[in-house]
Every structure is written in C-alpha cells, then in structure tokens.
C-alpha cells in the first residue's frame, strides 16, 4: 500500500509535467528484468484507468536507450517519452541505480520514477531518493496487492494532476 513515509513506500514531490491539465492518460514505461513480475505488473496494469504501460524494458541499458530515443527507440510515435517510468532496482548489467545515475546527468524533467524493489533496506531507499527518485515502493506478492499499490499510485498522479498548484506542482 502507498504511505508517505516508511517502509511500505516513500512518496516525494513529483515533476509538474504531471500535473498537466489536459492529459488524462499516462503513459508508463516499466524497467524490470523478472517475467514473473513484469507479467503480475502488466496484468494489473489492464486494470487501471489512466495509467498506460508502454513496452517492458528488461534491463537499464534497454531503459536508457528507450530514455534517449536511441535506435529503434528514436520513432517517438511508436515509443513515446513516459509520464512515468517504474524502475526495478536488481537488473542486471545496467541496474536501476546506473539508470538513476543516468537520469542524474540527463534529466527530463517531465519524468516521474517510482522505485519498485524487492527489498525495502533504509540504504536502498535513501539511496534511490536521492538519486532523483520520487517514489519508493517494495513489490508486493501477489496479483491483489501489486493491483492495490499501482492504484495507490494511480491515485497519486490523478490527485497530483488534480491540484496543479497544490505541494506536489
């Protein structure tokens, strides 16, 4: 479940171009390497109303590529820029910190991230928030409770975008 602070999840401001008035819709790019997850994730997906995932990305270099609109990548009317991008933090290769670490050198400002680990250790999390993170979230088991958080989520990005002037603008 999506709490403002502990272990559950840490929710911080998220970037104005989510507040914008016009777009009922967004669009969310899923970086996460595990089948079992990103199958659980985009089933739940099918049952939220505003958010829309994009392709799964399996690895941070494949998340950075989208990111940078690099090689296939590069026809944004097929792979549009996210609203949101959901970041695993155990990939592979390229993992959620080195994409972070990217973020860091190239932001886009009209991007939210929201962390969604394993583990829910304090170095991890305070590591990804101050990375540019703007939410933590542990994945929950089971096809409920990761429905449950995403609608949290879901609910946090419609009230954001609700209250453009309000603390999270």
Known sequence: MLTP???AGILRRWPRSMARAQNSIYLVLLADDSEDD???LEMAFG???RLRLLPRMSGGAQTIAYLKGEGKYSDRRHYPLPD???LDLKM???DGFQVLEW???NPLPHLAVAVLSGTNTPGEIEQALTMGAHFFQTKELGKSK???ALKALEQQVVRNKETAGGPWA
Do not use: A, C, K, M
Request: glycine share 10%; proline share 5%; hydrophobic share 50%.
């Open 146 to 148: 990761q429905l449950l």
């Open 92 to 94: 592979p290769e390229v």
């Open 103 to 105: 973020l860091q050198s």
């Open 84 to 86: 949101l991008l959901l």
């Open 5 to 7: 602070y502990g272990t």
């Open 47 to 49: 049952q939220l109303d």
């Open 38 to 40: 990103g199958f659980l």
